[in-house]
């Protein structure tokens, strides 16, 4: 069998072709992706979408992003290149809850809409849906085999995304002004407030090389598996190193308490922040991340922060496409 280049289709990206011999492959959380394939023309495209319908509010609008809009696209691709809407059909994963789910759960709501809304749209334009694999509690990852149209659907951990990729790395003017914290301190936090995983993966990989890959299949909490393991938490040990480095108070709040907010005694908000981001990237990023973070107390943080569950899709709107798509 000849090599086969994998083309990686980033989130709010997508890319249709005719007698490519690529495979198309796309990494998804709470993000859906769709697949669709011409067995007669040979033609093939895919989609990874964020959420279920634009906002009207959006900054710059990018219709790939959305189901509503995404979906019609790519079915035109397949028009515009001669396709029948009968010769064409469609393979559906994603939309997964990631993670413990709580009644509130944002993968629920946006991922279970975005499904809802592709399925529509495809039954409209009478295309087969011939299999979908939505829901769930795993990341997965979609495949598409442009020469054959055979597709596969997998947990993240049987493959990891193949393709290189150019990323730009987010900046600080990529952050969304809030003024719920300066945004510089905000930058910083999130770069750093996993700084303990550095030092424990020294050890994690000697003592248990199999940890990251059995966190994908059981349900112990990460911070739980590490205490077990290594009797200390990266948490803990970021804490010890921000206080030798002599971080700055709020620093090393974020560092101690970004899986547990509701513990800071002060900076409050950039903690909430940062868990709040750290939440968001779980569900919504296409790298690997299996902390697991606690979904439960998801209201109180919103609440904290002067937010709701209405307003989880405004933010992912306005998050950079470079930052959902970093693949560390
Ligand atoms: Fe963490």
Redesign the pocket.
Known sequence: MSYQKTEHIAAGCLKADIRSSSIYQAYLGTCLGVALYDTTLKVGGMIHILLPEPLGNAGAHIPEKYASTGIPMLINQFIGRGSSPQNIKAVIAGGALVGPVSHQDIGLDIGGRSADIARKILQRHNIEVIKSETGGFFICTLELNMRTGETAINPAWEDVCKSQQEITPPTLDDIKKTGRAPANKAYTAGLL??I??VILDQYISNRAPLLFRNLSIETES?LSAEKKLLGIT??EVGAFLAKKWQFSSALSQAIRH??HPEKTEDNKNLVYIVYLA?LLMEKFHTGHDL?KMQTQSISHVLAHLGLTLADIPEIIDATPLNVMNTNE
């Open positions: 407030h996993d303990g995983k990460f990266h948490c970004h899986h750290d902390e």
